[in-house]
T-cell receptor, first 110, second 115 residues
Framework: EDQVTQSPEALRLQEGESSSLNCSYT??????LFWYRQDPGKGPEFLFT???AGEEKEKERLKATLTKKESFLHITAPKPEDSATYLC???????????FGTGTQLKVEL | DTEVTQTPKHLVMGMTNKKSLKCEQH?????MYWYKQKAKKPPELMFV???????INESVPSRFSPECPNSSLLNLHLHALQPEDSALYLC??????????????FGAGTRLSVL
């Protein structure tokens, strides 16, 4: 059975304090790894998809990387508006199912 | 534009009511999804429609009945729900084309409360 584990569960940063969120996975046949951002009471917002080990994607203050066992979401010089829950999800097999991790709740303070 | 529109935003229903949730996208996506999300938990897949046909049903109770009338529209019919069914119901869609085929785009959700 596919397993996705995210750490830490919660993270509190000061504005400008860079850090990384981790998503480790145990799956058979990874087709893609996805990062989403979710604000309270809203639907997940797509950030990145990574398909193979060594791949990296960047968008503003966020950078996602992928190895054969885990993915990192690096946040450089975060701002309060980066506060949200960050979800990692994997897609395996022949269908379109996403298996989500439990998320990291990030709070960035002034 | 990657917009998935869900209505209503909020719904309160009794256990004997029948109601429907609606989801619409005009991006030409050929897969559509229903997810259920409880507070502080990740989304859980309920149903997947590919090319308007039900392709995945994650053993969801029959009080939830999905319908895909056309490639742009997805409904979730609700009947005789239980209080534990209270949750945020999310709809998503994905292109199924060669490039970026797997990316799922989510709507804002319907917050459902069952009394």
């Amino acid at each position: 059975e596919d397993q996705v584990t995210q750490s830490p569960e919660a993270l509190r940063l000061q504005e400008g304090e860079s850090s990384s969120l981790n998503c480790s996975y145990t799956v058979s046949g990874l087709r893609g790894l996805f990062w989403y951002r979710q604000d309270p009471g809203k639907g997940p917002e797509f950030l990145f998809t990574l398909y193979s080990a060594g791949e990296e994607k960047e968008k503003e203050r966020l950078k996602a990387t992928l190895t054969k066992k885990e993915s990192f979401l690096h946040i450089t010089a975060p701002k309060p508006e980066d506060s949200a829950t960050y979800l990692c999800a994997v897609q395996t097999g022949g269908g379109n199912k996403l298996t989500f991790g439990t998320g990291t709740q990030l709070k960035v303070e002034l | 534009d990657t917009e998935v529109t869900q209505t209503p935003k909020h719904l309160v229903m009794g256990m004997t009511n029948k109601k429907s949730l609606k989801c619409e996208q005009h991006m030409g996506h050929r897969a559509m999804y229903w997810y259920k999300q409880k507070a502080k938990k990740p989304p859980e897949l309920m149903f997947v429609y590919s090319y308007e046909k039900l392709s995945i049903n994650e053993s969801v109770p029959s009080r939830f009945s999905p319908e895909c009338p056309n490639s742009s529209l997805l409904n979730l019919h609700l009947h005789a729900l239980q209080p534990e069914d209270s949750a945020l119901y999310l709809c998503a869609s994905s292109p199924l084309t060669a490039i970026a085929k797997n990316i799922q785009y989510f709507g804002a959700g319907t917050r459902l409360s069952v009394l």
